[in-house]
Each structure stands twice: as structure tokens, then as C-alpha cells.
């Protein structure tokens, strides 16, 4: 994933321009990161990103985004 965005060592999720909570969106994965919600959902669906659904949406560990951009850039 090519990413706008620089990782720090160390960084708290917010650093990446996540929402301050516990879980996000896809989409808000995506605005944060700067990408699609397409490449979200791909990266969920290869394994990549871990998520889960909560009811018929899927929501994310900000923490566990953080890492996935960390290890993808």
C-alpha cells in the first residue's frame, strides 16, 4: 500500500489520522490511510487486515489498522 502518510516508531493510532475509538469503519480506515474502501475491504478479505462484523457492517481494531499500515509501508 502506498501511503502519503509517515510512520513513526512508537506512533498511537491517532497519529494516523484514526478516529480517537476503540473500532472504525472501513471507510474511515480508508479516509485516514487515503485510499479506497475497495482496498480496505480487499486487504480484509485476503487476510491482511484483521476486522469483524458488527451486525452487517464490518468495523476494525484502530490499532490493528495501524499496524497493517505500518507493515505495509
Known sequence: MTSLLTVKEGAAPEDFGLPPRPICTAQEVATAFRCSATKVRRAINDGDLPAFRLGRELRIKT??????LKASS
Open 63 to 68: 490499532v490493528d489498522a495501524a499496524a497493517w
